[in-house]
């Protein structure tokens, strides 16, 4: 059964870089048919996707943090990372890694993804 | 935009069915079959109770059904529970420069 399990300081100060690992386990991390999401939810709000990796390393960041956000993998470790920078009271969130299986649509030929699995969250507070 | 709206909340009382809705509102989102919906409770790990629509993981209750007509999807929870209560997202794939959304979230109150 695979399981996701972030990790990383729950305090981070504004301007700094917030940096957050989700390790895996139960489940091939290095396998074709899986992206691997970052998503979170500031408090009193709804959930926020961040970014996703795909075990070649290639990154899809959402738009609006595209210019702050970095999505790596280590395979060999079994894990992935979130670094977001220049942060400020608006990223104080509960973070959640998930996982997302790559299914093939045949009639349009391209792979769509929805998370079937989600990490149990850690949340990280931005304040000095 | 890209963006999935669902009502802030919704109540019922035990054993009625209640109704959650969705509804796309560009082009990138609304016409692909691939809304799931999660289910969470506050400080736990979000759920998947449904994919490519209509489709439930294994484990997951035959009381939550999807459907979708148009731009707009929908959770049906029948013989709604206490333990139904908590928060549903739904989320789609999205094409283009989009990716993915997540819907706004509904809180549901078992009354």
């Known amino acids: 059964q695979v399981q996701l399990q972030e990790s990383g300081p729950g305090l981070v100060k504004p301007s700094q870089t917030l940096s957050l690992t989700c390790t895996v386990s139960g489940a091939s991390f290095s396998s074709r048919d899986y992206y691997w999401f970052w998503v979170r939810q500031p408090p009193g709000k709804g959930l926020e996707w961040i970014g996703f990796i795909y075990y070649s390393g290639t990154t899809y960041y959402k738009s609006s943090l595209q210019s702050r956000v970095t999505i790596s993998l280590d395979s060999s470790k079994s894990h992935f990372s979130l670094n977001l920078s220049s942060v400020t009271a608006a990223d104080t969130a509960v973070y959640y890694c998930?996982?997302?299986?790559?299914?093939?649509?045949?009639?349009?030929?391209?792979?769509?993804?929805?998370?079937?699995?989600w990490g149990k969250g850690t949340t990280v507070t931005v304040s000095s | 935009q890209s963006a999935l709206t669902q009502p802030a909340s919704v109540s019922g009382s035990p054993g009625q069915s209640i109704t959650i809705s969705c509804t796309a509102i560009s082009a990138d989102v609304a016409t692909y079959n691939y809304v799931s919906w999660y289910q969470h409770y506050p400080g736990k790990a979000p759920k998947l109770i449904i994919y490519d629509v209509n489709d439930r993981p294994s484990g997951v209750s035959n009381r939550f059904s999807g459907s979708k007509s148009g731009n707009t999807a929908s959770l049906t929870i029948s013989g709604l529970q206490t333990e139904d209560e908590a928060d549903y997202y739904c989320a789609s794939y999205a094409s283009g420069t989009t990716l993915y959304v997540l819907g706004t979230g509904t809180k549901v109150t078992v009354l």
């Open positions: 998930a996982r997302a299986p790559r299914k093939w649509e045949m009639q349009g030929g391209y792979y769509y993804y929805y998370i079937d699995v």
